[in-house]
């Protein structure tokens, strides 16, 4: 199986920072992608920024210039840091791999369990 573990989340005032943590593990044969998703109470699962395995990196409009993620592919994980958090930022934050985890398994999602970032005043 595959796990996605996140860590990093809190309480903030607006103006200030957090940075978002996740480790993959388990079997994983190939990664295509991991990236960051967030929800807000009454609304949808968005995307917040994505890193692929070809280099690209995209961003919600909401989040650029504000928001970097990486990757250190030596531990199968990837961050999110987020400056000059807004109080519209406030969501649970999901961590979602795309991969194989066998060489013959089919390409699938993953999920991490979500962790909560609250900005507030």
């Known amino acids: 199986q595959v796990q996605l573990v996140e860590s990093g989340g809190g309480l903030v005032q607006p103006g200030e920072s957090l940075r978002l943590s996740c480790v993959a593990s388990?079997?994983?044969?190939?990664?295509?992608?991991m990236g960051w998703y967030r929800q807000s109470p009454g609304k949808q699962r968005e995307v917040v920024a994505v890193w692929r395995q070809e280099g690209s990196t995209t961003y919600a409009d909401s989040v650029k210039g504000r928001f970097t993620i990486s990757r250190d592919g030596a531990k199968n994980t990837v961050y999110l840091q987020m400056n000059n958090l807004k109080p519209e930022d406030t969501a649970i934050y999901y961590c979602?791999?795309?991969?194989?985890?066998?060489?013959?398994?089919?390409?699938?999602?993953?999920w991490g369990q979500g962790t909560q970032v609250t900005v507030s005043s």
């Open positions: 388990g079997s994983i044969f190939s990664l295509y992608a």
């Open positions: 979602n791999a795309d991969l194989r985890r066998l060489q013959w398994s089919t390409r699938s999602d993953f």
